[in-house]
C-alpha cells in the first residue's frame, strides 16, 4: 500500500516551525549567561522568531482545516493513533500558546515588539500589571518545557516507527523516507 503523504505545504510548515522553534529554544538557553546587550539582542530575535512562529502556526491551522491529514495507517494500534491525535492538538496548543504568553510577557513594559528591525508589532494591552506579567512569565516557561517533553515523545515515535516497525509513517512528512 502506497503511503499518503502530507501536501508540500504542510511539510514546509512543518519542519520551518520546527527549525525556528529549536532556534528560539537555542536562543534563550545562550542568552541566559550573555552579558545584558548581547542577551537583549539574542532575545529580540527570539521575539521576532515567537511571533513569525505565531503567525505561521495560524496559517498552518488555516491550510489544515482546508487540506485534511492523509490517514493514518490502518497497522496502527488503537493507542498509537489516539496518541498521535493527543500530540499533535497539543502541539498546535503549544505553538500558539508559547508565543503567546512570551508577546504577553514582553508586552508588560507597554513598548511594540520588533519584528527583525523591519516593523514594530504593538504590544498586547497589559502594560504595568505585574501580577499578570508573572503569569505570562511562569505560563511561558511551563508550556515550553512542556513542548520539550512533547517533543521527545513525537521524535521517539517517528524513530520507533521508522527503525522498528519500518513503515512508512515518517514518509507521511518526510517524503524521501518513502518505500518503493
Do not use: C
Not at 524513530?159 to 524521501?176: E, G, I, N, S
Request: glycine letters at 6%; aromatic letters at 10%.
Amino acid at each position: 500500500m502506497e503511503t499518503q503523504q502530507y501536501s508540500r505545504v504542510a511539510v514546509v510548515l512543518h519542519w520551518l516551525i520546527a527549525l525556528l522553534i529549536a532556534l528560539n529554544f537555542i536562543a534563550a538557553w545562550v542568552a541566559e549567561d550573555m552579558p545584558k546587550a548581547e542577551k537583549m539582542q539574542i532575545m529580540a530575535n527570539h521575539k521576532a522568531f515567537g511571533l513569525t512562529i505565531l503567525a505561521l502556526t495560524v496559517i498552518r491551522i488555516l491550510w489544515r482545516l482546508v487540506h485534511k491529514a492523509p490517514p493514518l495507517s490502518a497497522a496502527l494500534a488503537s493507542w498509537e493513533v489516539a496518541l498521535a491525535r493527543v500530540v499533535h492538538v497539543l502541539f498546535y496548543f503549544l505553538m500558539l500558546f508559547i508565543p503567546l504568553t512570551g508577546w504577553g510577557m514582553a508586552s508588560g513594559s507597554g513598548n511594540p515588539v520588533s519584528w527583525f528591525g523591519l516593523f514594530d508589532v504593538p504590544a498586547l494591552p497589559v502594560a504595568g500589571n505585574k501580577a499578570l506579567g508573572g503569569i505570562f512569565h511562569e505560563s511561558h516557561e511551563v508550556l515550553a518545557t512542556i513542548m520539550l517533553g512533547l517533543f521527545a515523545l513525537h521524535v521517539a515515535g517517528a524513530l520507533k516507527h521508522q527503525l522498528l516497525d519500518r513503515d512508512d509513517t515518517m514518509a507521511r512528512m518526510v517524503p524521501f523516507l518513502r518505500r518503493r
